[in-house]
């Protein structure tokens, strides 16, 4: 399968309100995203700004995913990935956490680490952040609220740029409470 991806112009807010709200986002705090609300956040901005860009990730020449980058003005990036339902499992993911990456480093020479969270029982999604060289660092417990109601611990995972320069992995100092 040939992975590609395009950014996202202004012509394709239909397209994208049709991909939000096409598909359940079921690791997502919004698991359903209606027609009104995908609308609200494209009038916003939250796909394209100066804060945020968006990339279709298109597969053999069809959109099957999104990568949403935010936070650009800071020197520690976040993401947004969505993969529709039937292309999930198939590596796409990884191939999209390597790219957004290497784009990250390359288009933004002030980028020093770029990060990404996930809920804790987003298995798939942690097992790409280990594969593509991110370290998990954080873990926030009951910080996730779902679309249910429940709620979940959140997972955070970052790659350094010293780190994806190097092809190395540095894990943070875990043991490194004060003792009194």
């Not at 990730?57 to 099957?64: H, R």
């Amino acid at each position: 399968m040939n992975i590609d991806f395009r950014r996202l112009s202004d012509s394709d807010a239909d397209a994208l309100v049709r991909f939000l709200t096409g598909e359940r986002w079921p690791f997502h705090v919004i698991g359903e995203v209606d027609d009104a609300t995908a609308r609200q956040w494209v009038a916003e901005g939250r796909f394209a700004s100066e804060e945020n860009r968006s990339f279709w990730i298109v597969a053999d020449g069809t959109p099957v995913g999104l990568v949403r980058l935010m936070d650009l003005a800071d020197d520690t990036p976040m993401f947004d990935l969505r993969i529709e339902a039937a292309h999930r499992g198939s590596g796409i993911g990884a191939q999209a956490v390597t790219w957004l990456t290497r784009y990250l480093f390359t288009e933004f020479p002030e980028v020093r680490r770029v990060e990404g969270t996930t809920r804790q029982d987003n298995v798939p999604m942690r097992r790409v952040f280990l594969r593509c060289g991110y370290v998990k660092e954080a873990h926030y417990r009951d910080a996730w609220p779902a679309y249910d109601g429940t709620v979940h611990d959140t997972v955070g995972y970052a790659i350094l740029r010293r780190d994806w320069t190097a092809g190395t992995v540095t894990l943070p100092p875990w043991d490194d409470d004060p003792i009194d």
